[in-house]
């Protein structure tokens, strides 16, 4: 099989399902992406499975999958036997993103998850869906029906939850935002420390970097398009407190003061005022941190400069890349991507891997 050069996906919220097959039609006839990943926020979006479905019928070849759900609000033999589904529907090409769970367990006033719940969890739905017997909490679970293996694939920031995937998982999803060289090389060593304890190899998992992706006339105007959704991702980035550390102290204090007054019931939902602003960008705005999160969160500005970033990124290790398409005008955000700026990836990365196949 031809090694693929890059891979390129989007995951959005879904909150009008007419809406986002629409959306999902001009995706693929203009950016023919290699995975779609679904959000789960029960009470913020549709529920995933019910989209998912939808993609499957739609589509021909893309990967599909949670992009993330998390081991709190549904049983494992649950998620299970709903992913094993849509595996068979999609003819094997379903995924279960995970993580520890941020606004859909905030929402309904839980915790996040443990790392070792989640690598519980994890390490169920792989067996079940695989047609193992498996113990959940002194239970014995199997699905008696005819299932597929579906990879999992774990989404993190921190040491801890990058080398349990690296671990355990089948893949991982580099979440938060990446948009930053030396953070690439710093999470692909967390991964490789897990991969190293379990003797496994880096080539075994499948790894995405989520890069939030905002094309415009400036980087100042990137920027401003995508405040609502760097407010809400710094919150998952900076989940662990060793990768809280790697900040400066004054900025730390204005995040945990992002983390105390954020709206987690206009998460990702854009509801702008007559200022041009939701609660959440007006809280950014306040703190004064904006540009300090986005150049570490994401890349913004006219099509040139996007490429730039994404090749300086390539340059560090990384290869496959989601990108969220969160904020307003969707569909034309995704055209001018898939129009603009995935060309010029594609061609960059084929490039860049025909000189390595000529290199002695």
């Given amino acids: 099989m031809t090694k693929q050069a890059i891979k390129l996906g989007f995951v959005r919220p879904v909150d009008d399902i007419h809406e986002y097959l629409q959306w999902l039609r001009v995706a693929e006839e203009v950016a023919d992406p290699d ?3 679904v959000g789960d926020g029960q009470d913020l979006w549709i529920d995933p499975y019910i989209t998912m479905t939808a993609i499957a019928m739609t589509t021909k070849r893309a990967l599909v999958g949670t ?18 589904g849509l595996q068979q529907l999609s003819k094997g090409r379903a995924f279960l993103g995970i993580a520890t769970g941020l606004s859909a367990l905030r929402n309904i ?14 390490r169920a739905v792989q067996g079940l869906t695989a047609g193992e017997t498996v113990t959940w909490k002194g239970q014995k679970l199997k699905l008696n029906w005819k299932t597929q293996r579906v990879p999992v694939w774990v989404l993190g920031a921190g040491p801890k939850v990058l080398a349990m995937a690296g671990r355990v998982a089948d893949g991982v999803i580099l979440g938060g935002g990446v948009a930053q060289p030396e953070l690439v090389k710093k999470m692909l060593g967390y991964i490789e420390a897990g991969v190293k304890q379990a003797g496994r190899r880096m080539s075994d998992l499948e790894i995405w970097w989520m890069v939030r992706v905002a ?29 809280l550390a790697d900040v400066p102290k004054d900025i730390q204090e204005k995040i945990k003061i992002l983390e105390r007054e954020y709206r987690w019931d206009e998460h990702v939902k854009f509801n702008r005022g007559p200022d041009g602003m939701t609660n959440n960008e007006r809280l950014l705005e306040r703190l004064g941190i904006k540009h300090f999160l986005a150049n ?38 995704t055209r001018t991507l898939g129009e603009k700026v995935f060309p010029a990836l594609r061609a960059a990365a084929a490039a860049r891997l025909a000189g390595h196949s000529r290199s002695p």
Avoid: W
């Fill in 35 to 37: 995975l779609i990943g």
């Fill in 67 to 84: 992009t993330v759900t998390n081991p709190l609000t549904r049983h494992p033999a649950v998620t299970a036997g709903a992913i094993a």
């Fill in 109 to 122: 006033g839980l915790k996040p998850a443990t790392v070792q719940e989640l690598e519980d969890y994890v």
């Fill in 215 to 243: 094309v415009a006339p400036t980087v100042e105007e990137g920027i401003d398009l995508m405040r609502d959704y760097i407010a809400g991702n710094t919150l998952q980035s900076y989940k662990s407190p060793e990768v």
């Fill in 296 to 333: 570490r969160f994401m890349v913004a500005g006219p099509p040139d400069v996007c490429v730039k970033r994404f090749q300086s990124l390539m340059d560090a290790g990384a290869r496959n890349f989601l990108i969220p398409q969160v904020i307003p005008g969707r569909i034309e955000t």
